[in-house]
Structure formats: structure tokens, C-alpha cells
């Protein structure tokens, strides 16, 4: 059983940097897509960014491209979130998500509802 443990949220002020990790266990082989999705109060779960193991293919929403890169580190089986030029609407619940998938499926998928392993969750507040 794949378990997601993330950290590294918390309060900033804007134009402010985090680093979010999602440390992952029970992953048993090389074969998944990694996302990073969060969700504000009032509103609907999106996709922040998705990436293959080994950070191959990644996708970025429109939003948070040029001041968020996910990574993954495949030995310690850590995901990270690298954010900058935090801006007050980057304000949300962030989780991280993975579920077994070839590289072709992983850059196919839609939206967060296909992902199988979900964390618990980390609060980024950005104030202005």
C-alpha cells in the first residue's frame, strides 16, 4: 500500500518561496505519475503539476508556470514542489497524489479524480 506523507507548507508573505516535499512508501517499482494538486476554500481541486518518475513530462497549469517546478527525488522517494513568486491566490490546501502509469498514460491524464494514493495534505497560506 502506497502511503503520502507531505511537508514544507506554511504562511509567507507575497513573492515569498516554499519548498513542499511528499515523502512517498511502499512504492515498488519505477512505473508512476506523480501530481501536485490543491484546493481553496470555496473552490473545485486543480492540478498544480504532474510529472513522471524521474520528473520526465512534466505539466504545469498555466498559473504556476515560471514560479513552480516539481521534482522527484527517485532514491529517497520524495516528491518536492518548489514554489516562487508566491502570490496571494496561490493560498490553498496542497496534496500530493500518485498512481502506477507508463510515462504515455501519465502525460494523457486529466484532471486529479484518475490518481489512486493521496496524501493528507499541507496548508500554504501567501498574504499580501
Known amino acids: 500500500q502506497v502511503q503520502l506523507v507531505e511537508s514544507g507548507g506554511g504562511s509567507v508573505q507575497a513573492g515569498g518561496s516554499l519548498r513542499l516535499s511528499c515523502a512517498a512508501s511502499g512504492v515498488t517499482s519505477r512505473y508512476y505519475c506523480w501530481g501536485w494538486f490543491r484546493q481553496a476554500p470555496g473552490k473545485e481541486r486543480e492540478t498544480v503539476a504532474r510529472?513522471?518518475?524521474?520528473?520526465?513530462?512534466?505539466y504545469y497549469a498555466d498559473s504556476v508556470k515560471g514560479r513552480f517546478t516539481a521534482s522527484q527525488d527517485y532514491v529517497k522517494n520524495t516528491l518536492y514542489l518548489e514554489m516562487s513568486g508566491l502570490k496571494p491566490e496561490d493560498t490553498a490546501m496542497y496534496y500530493c497524489?500518485?498512481?502506477?502509469?507508463?510515462?504515455?498514460?501519465?502525460?494523457?491524464?486529466?484532471?486529479?479524480?484518475?490518481?489512486?494514493?493521496w496524501g493528507q495534505g499541507t496548508q500554504v497560506t501567501v498574504s499580501s
Open positions: 510529472i513522471y518518475t524521474g520528473g520526465d513530462r512534466g
Open positions: 497524489a500518485t498512481l502506477p502509469s507508463t510515462a504515455a498514460y501519465c502525460s494523457s491524464v486529466y484532471g486529479w479524480t484518475i490518481f489512486t494514493y
